[in-house]
């Protein structure tokens, strides 16, 4: 039994080295379809280190891989010409340090244009991206700068929104089971857009965390609703924790009445026209610091 469990244990060391060894690192300079022309000979866990220069070509990534910006911010820029400037189709795709601008209104390609669109994966990260809106007036240009629908535990963290997306800077939506692991919107900035961060058909307890973000001046003319900085849109049991938000166009935070149960937990909201607009039910507070507030009061958090 000894001599069988040591063989097993080298058959999965053995096995563990195999797969680490199969990772290459592939390096990619500015060229015609540089990034789409590596990803087409990458394999799953590669990782593409993408050096500083504008790469004018909108990215699909179809494989498991990390494309990280080195030697400054490499931009991505899909020139007004696709819906999403970079479209994953795969699981545990990640995203660290670069630029991403150029989504636009394509009729031929859909609705919905955002700089990076992340739709139906289980896993991701995007880390350390600038997005900005290239493409012109609210209805021609991209209404997100990230987009993550459907999907389960991804991760938006350390990334800047800016530049009037005409709907939010960061959407999430329909995350309705992330199997146990939350998705996470941590340590963002979002500014100068319609809307900082939206949550929108999704719940369940905690799945979904918003936490240490910058949100303000969103004040941005956009396809419709309010101005606000984060806005819970029939969403459930959402952690809202220790994020600023103030000087948004309209409300701070607003919960609709559709969006119960969620907790506010140490966040700062001021110098909004409404800093707090409740339409919920059983929504709870705890250690916020709140300059003004519309419709039902916060509980306290147990």
């Not at 500083?52 to 899909?78: H, I, M």
């Amino acid at each position: 039994m000894l001599a069988a469990g040591i063989a097993g244990c080298v058959a999965a060391f053995l096995l563990a080295c195999a797969s680490n060894a199969s990772a290459a690192t592939i390096e990619v300079t500015p060229g015609p379809n540089a990034i789409n022309n590596a990803i087409a000979r990458a394999h799953n866990g590669d990782l593409l280190r993408i050096h500083d220069g504008t790469y004018p070509r909108a990215v699909t990534v179809d494989k498991r891989l990390t494309l990280r910006g080195v030697g400054g911010r490499p931009l991505v820029d899909a020139r007004c010409n696709h819906r999403a400037a970079i479209k994953v189709l795969s699981n545990g795709v990640r995203f660290d340090h670069l630029k991403v601008v150029g989504a636009a209104e394509t009729p031929s390609e859909g609705p919905f244009p955002s700089e990076v669109d992340i739709v139906g994966v289980a896993t991701g990260a995007v880390h350390d991206v600038v997005i900005h809106d290239t493409c012109g007036a609210p209805e021609e240009g991209a209404e997100y700068g990230i987009n993550v629908f459907n999907s389960g535990p991804v991760e938006v963290s350390g990334n800047k929104a800016t530049g009037g997306f005409s709907d939010a800077g960061i959407y999430i939506g329909g995350i309705v089971d992330t199997g146990g692991d939350p998705l996470r919107v941590v340590g963002n900035q979002t500014y100068l857009n319609h809307q900082g961060i939206i949550v929108e058909d999704s719940g369940g307890d905690g799945i979904v965390q918003v936490a240490n973000n910058n949100v303000h001046h969103n004040i941005g003319a956009g396809v419709e609703g309010n101005r606000n900085g984060i806005f819970l849109h029939r969403s459930d049991r959402v952690r809202i924790r220790n994020n600023t938000v103030r000087a948004n166009g309209d409300a701070g935070v607003f919960l609709d009445s559709d969006s119960d149960h969620n907790r506010l937990i140490e966040n700062t909201i001021t110098a909004n026209p409404v800093d707090l607009l409740n339409d919920g039910t059983a929504n709870c507070g705890s250690g916020n610091h709140i300059g003004s507030r519309s419709g039902n009061p916060l509980i306290p958090c147990p």
